[in-house]
């Protein structure tokens, strides 16, 4: 039976919204649309890490081609460590297999993204003022800013971490500083001596203490897309934090504070940046976790149809030090739309509940593995301890339950096992293997 034909709708059109978007579309909902607070589709940030997992759900859909065309392509490891004042190799973490990960501009992924999504599925300038129920029609209603009101039976809260649907809930709690400030930039390669030019086509963690700077390789030659994604993760107090949003600027010298006295090449990375930056300044972020949400929804005792769920950083927020923020929420938006299409009855609550228990332990560990790998990112022991201390192979084995998981294998899985369906459905994983999560002929 599922919820195919039910009016639902996306409130937040970043990456998790657009990403639950492609994700509905493959399992065919019927009725769905996105409302966006932005006049148009932006992203901001210094790009983004999309590791083995997620791309396996994006390949799945058809992402990938789009994808591949402006993001790096075969990267030779997932990520070599250097020292932050010598510049010496301490060691790197291979890669998790196929498909492998790909750096890719925030921007370049949304477009692909919304290559896929009906211009007519799409309202944009719709800021959420408030949600309410119509007891005469048996539906939300959702009130924006403008003035206009939609109705609704299913509302899919990703508007992020200061999430207007998650209030609606009653989880007004406020997220916690994490201790971290990161700062966003680009460094053209042409800005760049060859030989460090070279060693930043590969993704490097400069670790130093309590800080590290990581470089992502972002795009590609064939595309005229590459650079380099500088994200610097700096220690700070909260105190310093001017803005009242959770992202704003800072002046580029901020970060070289920071690290003035490191190696060669994160000193040419400082002038890359100002000569990349009309006005010296770079985007600044203060790095906010939550404790896990106990419950990430609710559905109307009166109308068992009815209900709204969380996804992505409105509920399972993460630390980015696994680069798993977009690929959990990507993760989660194809659970909720398969289990959505695929659910047996009308029981909505049945069908959240599935989808919670199924998706809930794994971004609970996430989020705590991730502040943990943060603090072995960013060295917080004597120095002199490094040598006896530090091993990325550690660290690889501590991410490899993330990266090799198979969302499309347990999902299939669980929704036969919870329905007491068999598996001669028909199935689709998008790359020609075996299937995996079926879908509508």
């Given at each position: 039976?599922?919820?195919?034909?039910?009016?639902?709708?996306?409130?937040?059109?970043g990456?998790?919204?657009?990403?639950?978007?492609?994700?509905?579309?493959?399992?065919?909902?019927?009725?769905?649309?996105?409302?966006?607070?932005?006049?148009?589709?932006?992203e901001?940030?210094?790009?983004?890490?999309?590791?083995?997992?997620?791309?396996?759900?994006?390949?799945?859909?058809?992402?990938?081609?789009?994808?591949?065309?402006?993001?790096?392509?075969?990267?030779?490891?997932?990520?070599?460590?250097?020292?932050?004042?010598?510049?010496?190799y301490?060691?790197?973490?291979?890669?998790?297999?196929?498909?492998?990960?790909?750096?890719?501009?925030?921007?370049?992924?949304?477009?692909?993204?919304?290559?896929?999504?009906?211009?007519?599925?799409?309202?944009?300038?719709?800021?959420?003022?408030?949600?309410?129920?119509?007891?005469?029609?048996?539906?939300?209603?959702?009130?924006?800013?403008?003035?206009?009101?939609?109705?609704?039976?299913?509302?899919?809260?990703?508007?992020?971490i200061?999430?207007?649907v998650?209030?609606?809930?009653?989880?007004?709690?406020?997220?916690?500083?994490?201790?971290?400030?990161?700062?966003?930039?680009?460094?053209?390669?042409?800005?760049?001596?060859?030989?460090?030019?070279?060693?930043?086509?590969?993704?490097?963690?400069?670790?130093?203490?309590?800080?590290?700077?990581?470089?992502?390789?972002?795009?590609?030659?064939?595309?005229?897309?590459?650079?380099?994604?500088?994200?610097?993760?700096?220690?700070?107090?909260?105190?310093?934090w001017?803005?009242?949003?959770?992202?704003?600027?800072?002046?580029?010298?901020?970060?070289?504070?920071?690290?003035?006295?490191?190696?060669?090449?994160?000193?040419?990375?400082?002038?890359?940046?100002?000569?990349?930056?009309a006005?010296g300044?770079?985007?600044?972020?203060?790095?906010?976790?939550?404790?896990?949400?106990?419950?990430?929804?609710?559905?109307?005792?009166?109308?068992?149809?009815?209900g709204?769920?969380?996804?992505?950083?409105?509920?399972?927020s993460?630390?980015?030090?696994?680069?798993?923020?977009?690929?959990?929420?990507?993760?989660?938006?194809?659970?909720?739309?398969?289990?959505?299409?695929?659910?047996?009855?009308?029981?909505?609550?049945?069908?959240?509940?599935?989808f919670?228990?199924?998706?809930?332990?794994?971004?609970?560990?996430?989020?705590?593995?991730?502040?943990?790998?943060?603090?072995?990112?960013?060295?917080?022991?004597?120095?002199?301890?490094?040598?006896?201390?530090?091993?990325?192979?550690?660290?690889?084995?501590?991410?490899?339950?993330?990266?090799?998981?198979?969302?499309?294998?347990?999902?299939?899985?669980?929704?036969?096992t919870?329905?007491?369906?068999?598996?001669?459905?028909?199935?689709?994983?998008?790359?020609?293997?075996?299937?995996?999560?079926?879908?509508?002929?």
């Amino acid at each position: 039976m599922g919820f195919a034909n039910k009016r639902i709708a996306v409130v937040g059109g970043g990456l998790g919204g657009m990403a639950f978007m492609n994700s509905a579309m493959h399992a065919e909902l019927r009725d769905i649309h996105i409302y966006e607070v932005a006049p148009q589709f932006t992203e901001v940030g210094a790009g983004v890490n999309i590791t083995r997992n997620a791309n396996k759900v994006l390949d799945a859909f058809g992402i990938g081609p789009d994808m591949l065309w402006k993001s790096s392509r075969d990267p030779p490891c997932y990520m070599e460590y250097r020292h932050y004042r010598t510049g010496e190799y301490l060691g790197q973490i291979d890669e998790f297999g196929e498909p492998r990960s790909r750096q890719i501009h925030r921007a370049h992924l949304l477009d692909a993204l919304k290559k896929n999504v009906p211009d007519e599925r799409i309202s944009l300038e719709k800021r959420l003022q408030g949600i309410e129920w119509c007891t005469e029609n048996s539906c939300y209603v959702l009130s924006f800013e403008d003035g206009s009101k939609v109705e609704a039976d299913i509302i899919i809260g990703c508007d992020g971490i200061k999430s207007v649907v998650r209030q609606y809930l009653g989880l007004k709690e406020n997220p916690v500083y994490s201790g971290q400030m990161v700062y966003r930039g680009y460094v053209s390669y042409d800005d760049l001596t060859p030989e460090t030019s070279a060693l930043l086509r590969k993704t490097v963690n400069f670790r130093g203490p309590q800080r590290h700077v990581l470089t992502l390789p972002i795009g590609n030659d064939e595309s005229k897309s590459a650079r380099v994604g500088i994200i610097g993760f700096m220690t700070e107090p909260l105190e310093r934090w001017t803005s009242e949003s959770w992202l704003s600027t800072a002046p580029i010298d901020d970060l070289y504070e920071h690290v003035k006295d490191w190696t060669g090449a994160v000193q040419e990375i400082i002038s890359g940046l100002k000569k990349g930056s009309a006005d010296g300044s770079m985007l600044k972020q203060a790095l906010y976790v939550r404790e896990p949400t106990q419950k990430w929804f609710d559905v109307r005792q009166d109308a068992p149809g009815s209900g709204i769920i969380l996804i992505g950083d409105s509920v399972h927020s993460t630390l980015p030090h696994q680069g798993q923020g977009a690929c959990q929420a990507i993760e989660s938006g194809f659970a909720l739309a398969q289990t959505l299409k695929n659910w047996k009855d009308a029981d909505l609550g049945s069908a959240l509940r599935f989808f919670q228990d199924f998706r809930k332990p794994r971004t609970d560990r996430i989020t705590k593995s991730s502040y943990e790998t943060g603090k072995m990112a960013s060295a917080d022991i004597p120095e002199e301890m490094w040598a006896s201390t530090f091993d990325p192979e550690v660290i690889r084995e501590r991410m490899k339950w993330v990266m090799e998981y198979d969302l499309l294998g347990e999902l299939a899985k669980q929704l036969q096992t919870s329905q007491g369906t068999d598996s001669t459905q028909e199935t689709m994983d998008g790359t020609g293997g075996a299937p995996s999560v079926k879908v509508a002929s």
